[in-house]
């Protein structure tokens, strides 16, 4: 009798299929925990303002910084500023840039360049 290839003479599944599930149950469940849990990565409520706010490391310590900041416009002003200061360089060149300009922000003894601070307070404000 001859058998296929792939095929376990013993009757059982071969080791290729076996292999196969196990890598397709492994995919499954690491795709979920991507999707569904904030364990592999974070994941925020969607904003109008997201595509300023991926520039964050972190949005939770970002939200309370930003908390700390005062007399910050409104959410829109602050975005649309913030993506103007943002889309040449990122976040480091628009820190690097008020660094220079000696544009620094106070925030409950810190001193922070002001895109950082204008960032938070746009995190907190979300």
């Known amino acids: 009798m001859t058998f296929f290839k ?55 310590e970002a939200i309370k910084f930003g908390a700390l900041v005062s007399d910050a416009p409104a959410p829109s002003a602050l975005a649309a500023r913030l993506r103007a200061t943002l889309k040449p360089a990122g976040l480091a060149g628009a820190a690097a840039s008020d660094i220079a300009a000696a544009r620094l922000v106070e925030v409950n003894g810190w001193v922070v360049p002001e895109s950082v601070a204008l960032l938070s307070a746009l995190a907190a404000k979300t």
Not at 15 to 43: E, M, N, P, Q, W
Not at 44 to 54: H, N
């Open 6 to 60: 792939g095929q376990n003479p013993q009757g059982g599944p071969s080791r290729r299929t076996l292999i196969a599930g196990v890598a397709a149950a492994s995919a499954a469940l690491a795709a979920g925990l991507y999707r569904f849990t904030d364990l592999i990565v974070k994941h925020y409520p969607p904003t109008p303002y997201d595509d300023v706010l991926a520039a964050l490391v972190d949005r939770e």
